[in-house]
């Protein structure tokens, strides 16, 4: 239900609203201690009135951080290319699903996240507690756990708008806290596991 509102505001954003809202969340972003000292990022790109991303993805890219990039394989897993610049990406269409914007160069694998030094991960909603409410795919699911699995332990991040910072999401067992959420309005970090 919660899922459906959010999607449902989402769906009538502006296309302003949506451009400023990225330009917002960027420079919020590139101020956070965990993304000016990282090395590799993995992040997505936002598609729709998800919040905007590639502005954020360039500034990095300028900054000489390898960004990761996902790409949906057939069982809702991810596996990982480079972003080169926008001209590096491709329009995928994945089933009944959305096109996605993947990266087109070499595949590195699941587990090439594992390398990241900071995460920035989609969602619909985060609440006080840093419980991060996702699609509902269970892709990022997976990433969590194989980070976890691996004993990697990087910065998670999860980009959102103001309204969708909320009191309380609903929480299975396998999710997990994101250590901060970053709005075009600011940043709000969450003590992990608390």
């Known amino acids: 239900?919660?899922?459906?509102?959010?999607?449902?505001?989402?769906?009538?954003?502006?296309?302003?609203?949506?451009?400023?809202?990225?330009?917002?969340?960027?420079?919020?972003?590139?101020?956070?201690?965990?993304l000016a000292d990282?090395?590799?990022?993995?992040?997505?790109?936002?598609v729709g009135t998800e919040p905007g991303t590639l502005a954020l993805l360039d500034a990095l890219r300028a900054r000489g951080v390898h960004v990761l990039l996902p790409?949906?394989?057939?069982?809702?897993d991810l596996d990982w290319g480079t972003y080169d610049g926008t001209a590096s990406l491709?329009?995928?269409?994945?089933?009944?699903?959305?096109?996605?914007l993947e990266p087109s160069g070499e595949r590195l694998g699941p587990g090439a996240?594992?390398?990241?030094?900071?995460v920035l991960l989609p969602g619909l909603a985060?609440?006080?507690?840093?419980?991060?409410?996702?699609?509902?795919?269970?892709?990022?699911?997976?990433?969590?756990?194989?980070?976890?699995?691996?004993?990697?332990?990087?910065?998670?991040?999860?980009?959102?708008?103001?309204?969708?910072?909320?009191?309380?999401?609903p929480e299975e067992e396998h999710d997990r806290p994101v250590h901060a959420v970053v709005t075009p309005s600011g940043v709000r970090r969450f003590r992990p596991g608390g």
């Not at 790409?71 to 809702?76: G, I, K, Q, R």
């Not at 329009?91 to 699903?97: E, F």
């Not at 996240?113 to 900071?118: E, L, P, Q, R, Y």
């Not at 969590?144 to 009191?167: C, I, K, N, Q, S």
């Open 1 to 34: 239900m919660l899922r459906r509102e959010l999607l449902s505001v989402r769906s009538r954003l502006t296309a302003d609203v949506v451009q400023d809202a990225a330009a917002g969340l960027a420079e919020r972003a590139l101020h956070l201690p965990e």
């Open 38 to 46: 990282a090395r590799t990022v993995a992040a997505y790109v936002s």
């Open 71 to 76: 790409a949906l394989l057939p069982d809702n």
């Open 90 to 100: 491709m329009s995928v269409q994945h089933g009944g699903k959305m096109a996605l």
């Open 113 to 118: 996240v594992t390398s990241a030094d900071a």
């Open 126 to 169: 985060v609440d006080a507690r840093g419980m991060r409410l996702g699609r509902g795919g269970g892709s990022y699911d997976r990433v969590l756990a194989r980070l976890e699995r691996a004993g990697a332990r990087p910065a998670l991040v999860v980009l959102l708008y103001d309204t969708e910072v909320v009191e309380r999401v």
